[in-house]
């Protein structure tokens, strides 16, 4: 029987910034309650939960304290309970986000594990001797700064891939696998729908840890190596499915950045028994430089469009591919490979048209739905996010202007992502002040005008989604990518013994034209879903005009 996440369309909700219930300027899990009909009229089947647990939230929940309590600003386990319950009433399952790559360092088992070289709980974290004075190696941590940190109680140094708040975890030490194991079974005999796995392709250390590379002025080594799809990766996984999720029947996403579509191959192959499907980051690296998020380069819509047919190609009828523009650590798509001025609406629109129509699981970000757009704030003071402060110290200290790496930052900073959702036009997030700066364009961006407007940026969402649920070719047909060298214009054809469906999408601002006779198999195709009211055709001659985006049925 086909699993069911192989017809589902996810939500991802970050929970600080979705819907505040009490007034004090984050969201909450009441907040998401009061919601769940809004995300049932749009159509979707599984609501994926950036974490809630408690966390002192030095990276918004993605350093856990406690994985067995729900952090305190959020709600209760009740609460959580009832979101459950609620969810379910309406045939929507919840995904729990799994973060097992580091934990808090005011968890119990780090607090117990730095305090003693003996303390049954030191083999919990990677501990290592510095040498001569300096750390064990020179790889950098993602949010600046060495990946190592002296802790003087017992004078040797722990491994954080992120912040100094989140120490790796050791799983080459049994016991704490098994407590992993149990804290996932603790949250699915709650009913939950699925795990989305942060960093789960980091687990593995190469247990030598050797220096990385040094990139072009950077001041660390590059030890991902290292630890991106380690050594005993796919071993872990497995036990992980044999003694856990093998037992229910759940989604599993694992987030893997610097895995290739081989590698994806043998993650997400069924027989293998690792993970369902994976988040890439390949199409959300091309418009950097190639060691650095922050050296932002235009995009290559040529690239992208090679990019989404390598994973399109590799993983059919092998593995699974997700599908996703967005999400909480990216900057907004509209702004990034749209245009988020005088042709958000329409641009908003191809986008997500062109990504829903491709194989596999597609991922919808809060607010994409409604075309939210990326931000800018004068202050540094107006930002939160760890990874972008952090980034910015560094880089004044090596002498980087004040201008450059704000321009940086209104390009790719996360925060893009995590302003309030713009429930209305005074923003409806909150009767308080939000934990951070709501976007002005509330006023004209909202989800009130987007429902009341039938042919809006929802509306377009909606129908994507009631088509995948109607049309199989979707879900199961092969995938053909036209025109591979056309600048502006993504063409790709989707395929069944039965039927064919061409699906054409304008990048740009130009009119482009396409001679009609090169792509279709005769001249009676429907059109399922478009971005303007009717299509524009000349004799042989359709002209793609700016932004446009339409999807024709052949029988
Ligand atoms: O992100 C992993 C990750 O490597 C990047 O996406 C990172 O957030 C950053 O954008 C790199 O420039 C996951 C979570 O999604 C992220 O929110 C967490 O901060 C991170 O892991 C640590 O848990
Ligand atoms: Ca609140």
């Known amino acids: 029987m086909e699993p069911w996440w192989k017809r589902s369309i996810v939500y991802q909700i970050y929970p600080r910034s979705f819907m505040d219930s009490n007034g004090d300027g984050i969201g909450d899990l009441q907040g998401i309650i009061s919601k769940i009909d809004y995300l049932k009229n749009l159509g979707i089947d599984v609501i994926w939960l950036s974490p809630v647990y408690d966390s002192p939230n030095d990276d918004n929940g993605y350093d856990i304290r406690n994985y067995q309590a729900i952090m305190q600003e959020f709600g209760t386990m009740q609460d959580l309970e009832q979101l459950i319950e609620e969810a379910k009433q309406r045939g929507i399952r919840i995904v729990m986000d799994l973060v097992v790559n580091h934990t808090s360092d005011e968890h119990a088992w780090f607090v117990e594990s730095r305090s003693s070289k003996d303390s049954g709980y030191r083999d919990y974290y990677i501990w290592r001797e510095g040498k001569e004075e300096q750390p064990p190696n020179n790889w950098g941590s993602i949010f600046s700064g060495s990946a190592w940190e002296m802790d003087d109680k017992t004078d040797s140094y722990y491994l954080h891939l992120f912040s100094k708040k989140q120490p790796d975890l050791n799983w080459e030490h049994g016991p704490l696998r098994n407590e992993i194991f149990d804290m996932m079974k603790f949250w699915l005999e709650k009913g939950i729908g699925g795990f989305r796995m942060d960093v789960i392709n980091f687990i593995s250390k190469d247990e030598k840890l050797p220096n990385g590379t040094i990139h072009d002025e950077q001041m660390y080594g590059d030890g991902s190596a290292y630890f991106m799809n380690g050594p005993k990766i796919h071993t872990y996984l497995r036990e992980m499915n044999e003694k856990v999720l093998n037992h229910y029947d759940v989604l599993t996403v694992g987030e893997m950045p610097g895995a290739s579509p081989e590698d994806a191959q043998i993650y997400t192959d069924p027989d293998n028994q690792e993970v369902n499907m994976i988040f890439t980051f390949e199409h959300m690296n091309l418009d950097s430089g190639p060691n650095e998020k922050w050296d932002v380069r235009p995009l290559d819509l040529v690239a992208l469009k090679r990019n989404f047919e390598k994973w399109q190609l590799a993983l059919h009828e092998v593995g699974w591919n997700s599908l996703y523009w967005n999400n909480h650590d990216q900057p907004r798509v509209v702004s990034r490979f749209?245009?988020?001025?005088?042709?958000?609406?329409?641009?908003?629109?191809m986008l997500a048209i062109c990504l829903h129509l491709l194989q596999g699981t597609p991922y919808i970000y809060q607010g994409e739905e409604i075309g939210m757009t990326n931000v800018k704030f004068d202050s540094l003071s107006d930002y939160r996010?760890?990874?972008?402060?952090?980034?910015?110290?560094?880089?004044?200290?090596?002498?980087?202007?004040?201008?450059?790496?704000?321009?940086?930052?209104?390009?790719?900073?996360?925060?893009?992502?995590?302003?309030?959702?713009?429930?209305?036009?005074?923003?409806?997030?909150?009767?308080?002040?939000?934990?951070?700066?709501?976007?002005?364009?509330?006023?004209?961006?909202?989800?009130?005008?987007?429902?009341?407007?039938?042919?809006?940026i929802f509306y377009t969402y909606q129908k994507l989604i009631q088509l995948r649920k109607k049309h199989a070719i979707i879900t199961h047909g092969s995938f053909q990518l036209l025109l591979p060298d056309h600048p502006d214009l993504f063409v790709y054809k989707r395929q069944t013994d039965e039927e064919e469906w061409l699906i054409v999408n304008n990048f740009s601002d130009r009119p482009n034209q396409l001679v009609w006779k090169e792509f279709v198999p005769h001249s009676k195709g429907n059109v399922m879903i478009s971005n303007y009211e009717s299509l524009k055709i000349e004799g042989d001659i359709v002209e793609v005009r700016p932004y446009e985006s339409f999807v024709l049925a052949f029988e």
Not at 340 to 348: F, K, M, Q, T, V
Not at 403 to 418: C, H, L, Q, T
Not at 424 to 436: E, H, K, L, S, Y
Request: aromatic share 8%; glycine share 8%; no cysteine.
């Open 338 to 349: 749209g245009e988020d001025g005088a042709y958000r609406e329409l641009s908003a629109k």
């Open 385 to 456: 996010d760890i990874e972008t402060l952090n980034m910015y110290k560094e880089k004044r200290q090596q002498g980087i202007a004040h201008e450059a790496i704000m321009s940086s930052i209104y390009a790719k900073g996360r925060d893009n992502a995590r302003t309030p959702m713009q429930w209305a036009p005074d923003g409806g997030f909150t009767t308080g002040t939000p934990w951070i700066r709501m976007n002005t364009n509330t006023t004209f961006i909202n989800v009130e005008q987007a429902l009341a407007n039938e042919s809006s």
